[in-house]
């Protein structure tokens, strides 16, 4: 049985997304060649499902047999894939898959997300296979969902290698989905509402989970649970109050699971105004 790596999205967060955003990503394929690669990968992520390792073997460049099979297999219940960037000639391709499954965050326990990584394929003798970048100081290590890169230059490789870059941070891929605000205020004697914008400009859904204090006469709903590129989503927190007592102070969190990103929110109540 394989093992879950349950620490994965930490490790390769801060080049999980090269397949989106690079320069090559809306090219398109000759038909034939595009119809060929996606059935190849159906073949190798098909095999992990069915956790058939032999079977995915066969997709697996003979030179990266031996990092697949001492690699660690995730675990995930689907997979879909996001985009295809190719080479100019069609002769190498990084796939982004989204792939349906669980991780560990601190704090938080398991959580059900969906996490883009990358695989890199290579044509050889008009079949595509898998393929691992080899290891070394500057490209990183080798991953069973595609190479891991640290934060610096890429060392030389062969054609393969060259196409590869490093990924943004951490900081870059949390700086794509950010709140309006930090901090909402509330009456404690009337009616009141206020909202928080949530934007994304990460290239992908991520999914939103708002857990707010329990507070008197305090409620809060999240428009989209998940959030498009492009798009905002609205956390609206209102009260209507039953008596003119202050009401206590409080905070909601908002997680981005895909970035394992926390936005904190205060949520203040203002003292009762004068009576006449």
């Known amino acids: 049985m394989p093992r879950v790596v349950a620490g994965l999205l930490f490790c390769v967060l801060p080049s999980l997304v090269w397949g989106q955003g690079f320069g090559g990503i809306f090219e398109k394929a000759p038909p034939e060649i595009e119809k060929a690669l996606r059935e190849r990968i159906d073949l190798f992520y098909k095999a992990h499902l069915e ?60 959580r059900d997300v969906h996490v883009p990584l990358t695989s890199v394929w290579k044509l050889q003798d008009s079949q595509w296979y898998w393929y691992a970048v080899p290891f070394n100081a500057q490209t990183g290590k080798n991953s069973p969902f595609g190479p891991m890169f640290r934060d610096s230059k890429p060392g030389e490789q062969a054609d393969i290698g060259k196409m590869m870059t490093s990924g ?37 859904p991520v999914h939103l989970k708002l857990d707010v204090d329990e507070l008197p006469c305090l409620s809060a709903k999240l428009d989209k649970p998940v959030l498009q590129a492009g798009e905002t989503a609205t956390v609206t927190f209102s009260c209507k109050p039953e008596t003119r007592v202050k009401k206590p102070d409080g905070r909601a969190t908002i997680t981005v699971e895909e970035i394992a990103k926390v936005m904190m929110v205060q949520i203040n109540f203002a003292y009762p105004t004068k009576q006449p």
């Open 51 to 110: 956790q058939n390792w032999g079977k995915a073997l066969q997709t697996v460049h003979p030179e990266s047999a031996n990092a697949f099979i001492g690699a660690d297999k995730m675990q995930f219940r689907s997979y879909k894939v996001v985009a295809i960037n190719w080479d100019e000639n069609y002769t190498a391709a990084k796939a982004v898959i989204d792939f349906d499954t669980e991780f560990f965050f601190p704090g938080f326990g398991k």
């Open 168 to 204: 943004p941070t951490i900081a870059d891929l949390r700086s794509r989905v950010v709140a309006d605000r930090s901090e909402v205020t509330l009456q404690s004697d009337v009616p009141s509402e206020a909202t928080v914008q949530i934007v994304s400009k990460f290239e992908g």
